[in-house]
C-alpha cells in the first residue's frame, strides 16, 4: 500500500468518526450527568433525519442550515420528554433499570410512528454536494463528510468551551461529579439535568441533519446509529466528553481500513471485535471515569 492511499485511508477515516463522535457526544453527555442511559438515541437521530428529509424536499431548506430550525425545536422536544417522562423515575428505586425499559419503550413508539406515517421506503436527499470531492494536498475528500465533519468540530468546541468556561458547565460538571454537594452548593439540579438531557436531544438531532445528506433514512435506521453509539461511548469511557470523541474517531478509522482491506460489509463486525478486545484490556474504556466532563 502506497503512502498516498494509507493518507486518503487515514483522512476518510478521521472524516467519518468525527460524524461519530457528533452521533454519541448526546448520548455521552447526558449519561455522565444524569446517570441515565438512553435506549432511544439513535430513534431521535432518526426524527432529526427524517426532519432535515422533509425541509429539504418540501422547502428546500439546506441540510445544514436546517439545524438552526432542528436544534431548537429538539431542545424542547427533549425537555417535554425530560419532564413528562424522565423525572418522575430519577430518584425512586430501581431509577437505571426504570430508564432504560422507558427510553426503551420511548424508541419503539418513535419507530412504529415514523413506519406509519412515512411507510418503510428508503429516502435519501441529493444537495449541490452530493457526488462531488475536494482535492486538497492531493487527497480527494468527499464534500459532504468534509462539511459534516467541519460542523462536527463546530459543535465540539462550542460545547467544550460551554462545559469548561462558562458558570452553567462549572454547574453541569459539578453535578456530574457529586449531586448532593452540587445541592448543598445552591445549584438547581432538575434544572441543571433538564438542560443536560434537552442538550443530548438537540445535539442528536444536529446529529441528523448533517448525515442525512450522506445516509438514507427509514423507521429503523436508528437501531443500527444506536449500537454504532455505545460501542462509540463505551470504548472512550462512559461519561467522558473526551472520551466520545476518541472513540468516534478510532471506529471510523477502523471502519475505513476495513472496508478498503476487507469489505464494507465486514467494517462493522472490525469495529465490534476492536471494542470486545479494548472492554477486555481496559473495561472502563480508553480514558475511563477519570476523564468525565
Known amino acids: ?9 487515514i483522512v476518510s477515516g478521521i472524516l467519518l468518526g468525527g460524524i461519530y463522535a457528533l452521533i454519541s457526544i448526546g448520548l455521552n453527555l447526558i449519561f455522565g450527568v444524569i ?7 439513535g430513534d431521535f437521530l432518526m426524527l432529526g433525519m427524517y426532519g432535515t428529509f422533509f425541509l429539504f424536499t418540501l422547502y428546500k431548506v439546506n441540510p445544514y442550515l436546517s439545524t438552526l430550525i432542528i436544534f431548537p425545536l429538539f431542545l424542547v422536544l427533549g425537555i417535554v420528554i425530560f419532564q ?3 423525572k418522575p423515575l430519577l430518584g425512586k428505586r430501581e431509577t437505571e433499570v426504570n430508564t432504560i425499559l422507558a427510553s ?21 436527499i441529493e444537495t449541490a454536494l452530493t457526488g462531488k470531492s475536494i482535492k486538497i494536498a492531493g487527497l480527494m475528500l468527499s464534500s459532504t463528510r468534509l462539511w459534516a465533519f467541519v460542523i462536527c468540530v463546530i459543535v465540539a468546541l462550542l460545547l467544550y468551551y460551554i462545559l469548561m468556561k462558562t458558570k452553567l458547565g462549572a454547574n453541569i460538571r459539578a453535578v456530574s461529579q ?11 439540579v432538575n434544572m441543571i439535568y433538564t438542560l443536560t438531557f434537552a442538550a443530548g436531544i438537540g445535539l442528536v438531532g444536529i446529529a441528523g441533519c448533517i448525515i442525512m445528506p450522506i445516509f438514507n433514512v427509514y423507521p429503523t435506521v436508528g437501531t443500527y446509529f444506536n449500537t454504532l453509539a455505545f460501542v462509540i461511548v463505551v470504548l472512550g469511557g462512559l461519561g467522558s466528553f473526551t472520551g466520545a470523541l476518541v472513540g468516534g ?10 472496508g478498503v482491506m476487507a469489505s464494507a460489509e465486514l467494517a462493522q463486525v472490525f469495529s465490534l471485535l476492536l471494542f470486545l478486545i479494548i472492554l477486555f484490556v481496559k473495561p472502563e474504556g480508553i480514558l475511563g471515569k477519570a476523564a468525565r466532563v
Open 1 to 9: 500500500m502506497s503512502m498516498h492511499i494509507l493518507l486518503q485511508i
Open 35 to 41: 446517570k441515565i442511559v438512553n435506549l432511544a438515541h
Open 84 to 86: 413528562l417522562m424522565i
Open 104 to 124: 426503551a419503550g420511548l424508541g419503539y413508539v418513535l419507530q412504529n410512528l415514523a413506519l406509519m406515517m412515512w411507510k418503510s421506503d428508503f429516502r435519501a
Open 178 to 188: 457529586d449531586t448532593d454537594a452540587a445541592t448543598l452548593m445552591g445549584i438547581n
Open 249 to 258: 474517531l478510532i471506529i471510523g478509522l477502523v471502519e475505513t481500513f476495513a
